[in-house]
């Protein structure tokens, strides 16, 4: 009965201020879960709790050695966090400043024409490719390291670049501004030891490794499937139709479509 006073004497005593102050510790928590899913951070993370569980445990036992042990770990753990953590950091930062610096640029809405009419052609002929749709984070270094072109982006460029007898066909192609930035670009791979690596070929999980470690929009064509797929956050989704895959780019990249999901 105590507690339970206690609750209620709480809750009534709350200012609006309070309210609002939950909410954004949720809206941050959940920000995070979302974040770390299905990452190898993600299962870090869980096992951090795991460990926070332990110490509460052994204090409540009075385990005295293993609350000494856990004691000494925590002490370090922001420094832990901050490195075990950091390309999520690094990556949730930067999707925040996406939110509010990205603008639309009309430039981008005959590029996205361009790789959708190339893509599905790729598809049909068994051609692989990747093509990745720079956002708010800057996707500089990949530029750099690929071999930069910087010119218009076409349909036959991009058959071009894909075609085996192609030097640079193995990279991905960079779109930037709406202009080809550069191709035979190497992106970051998915760990191989991910759950989901094993379900995907070098392509998909390079698409996937830069999908999350930046906010680029990464669309992907299988040589062995002759399927066009999608790749954001990490998520890889499948492209029914030309229309499909041009409706959710315009969408994501704020040029007027309605975003499916």
Not at 7 to 14: E, G
Not at 85 to 103: E, H, N, Q, V, Y
């Amino acid at each position: 009965m105590f507690n339970y006073l206690s609750i209620t004497d709480a809750v009534k005593s709350m200012r609006w201020q309070d309210i609002i102050d939950i909410l954004l510790v949720g809206l941050l928590i959940y920000y995070v879960i979302r974040l770390v899913r299905g990452t190898r951070s993600g299962q870090v993370f869980l096992g951090l709790g795991l460990v926070m569980a332990t110490f509460f445990m052994a204090t409540k036992l009075e385990f005295m050695t293993l609350r000494f042990l856990i004691s000494s770990f925590a002490a370090n753990l922001i420094v832990v966090i901050v490195v075990i953590f950091s390309s999520d950091i690094r990556r949730g930062l930067a999707r925040i400043a996406r939110l509010s610096f990205t603008r639309a640029n009309p430039q981008m809405v005959d590029a996205v024409n361009e790789v959708v009419r190339a893509a599905f052609f790729m598809a049909e002929k068994r051609i692989g490719a990747l093509i990745a749709f720079e956002r708010g984070v800057g996707l500089g270094e990949y530029v750099e390291a690929g071999a930069q072109i910087a010119g218009l982006v076409s349909d036959r460029l991009l058959l071009a670049l894909f075609h085996t007898s192609s030097p640079l066909h193995d990279g991905a192609v960079i779109i930037q501004d709406g202009r080809l930035a550069a191709a035979g670009c190497f992106l970051p791979l998915l760990p191989s030891e991910d759950n989901v690596s094993r379900f995907f070929g070098t392509r998909h999980r390079a698409a996937i490794g830069l999908s999350r470690e930046t906010d680029a929009l990464v669309v992907v064509v299988s040589e062995e499937r002759g399927l066009v797929s999608l790749v954001k956050d990490g998520d890889v989704v499948v492209m029914m139709g030309a229309a499909n895959l041009r409706d959710r780019l315009l969408a994501h990249l704020r040029l007027g479509a309605r975003d499916k999901n």
